[in-house]
């Protein structure tokens, strides 16, 4: 157990998604404690029916969740895929690399845009749940990636990495 | 994840390691000639010239005239954008997990059925 699992600590960061980009912009960490025990959590992150509700919960309004399948075993395949308005389709092809219920998460994952086929390297993600305090759980989402040298799957996969600049960027947008 | 048109041409831009490099070596710097990028960066000289060339289509730099050297510096107008998207992408993700975990801690034991308005 660590300093996570405090209670104080635990109020104070439920509700609040953290996200931290390594020094060399090559991962980013995001952290999100939830209102209920692992299994839950982790049953959100894997069956396509809670899926459904929140992985196009953040999009713009109109937005569509065309694909969303999830074979949540080793070597199983996930692809999520949504409209934009005014951005066409765009697509998560994924790869579980491990899975260990309800602690652990593993998959390679490409996001594309349009309907190509993924190519090149894709991302490493890694997903624990640890039971927190009272029936909560403390998530972290670990992301790899790859030499953002292909612009077609920078979007979803680099995101973070743009800011590696993010304070020199902070500094000169907010003169 | 909206992308607007000169936001796609930011993130091209920084998606390149070396050209993020460059621009940290100009908020360093305040301006540089290619010469010095070059010499500081350890680019060779047409690689650098591509780069910046790439950054200021972007409007990421900008280069001012003197004589037969040009000196680039930081344009904050494409900065902005990336900014602007990057903030975006958070909040993406802190929507999404709102959405999570109103889920999980209403439905602890049950499949929830699927409510169209969050489509």
New interface residues.
Partial sequence: MNDHTDLSTLDARRGSTTIELSDDSSSYQCVRVFGAPPDRVFRAFTDPADLRVWFPSGAPAGSEMTVCESDAVAGGRYHYAMTVPGHGSMAWHGTYTGVDRPERLDADEWFVMGDTDPAGPGTAQSLTFEPAGDGFTLMTMQVDMPEPEDPEAFMEQSAAGLTSSLSTMDELVSD | ???VASTDLV??A????NR?RL??LL?HGHESTVSELVEASGLRQPQVSKHLKVLANAALVTARADGRRRHYR?D?TG??A??D??AS?????????????E???T??TS??T??EE??
């Fill in positions: 994840m909206p992308l993130l091209d920084v998606s390149e390691p993020r621009l940290e908020h930081l904050g900065l902005r990336a900014h998207w990057f992408f958070e909040d993406v993700w802190q929507g999404r997990f709102d959405v999570l975990d889920i999980v801690s439905d602890h499949l929830p699927q409510p969050h489509l």
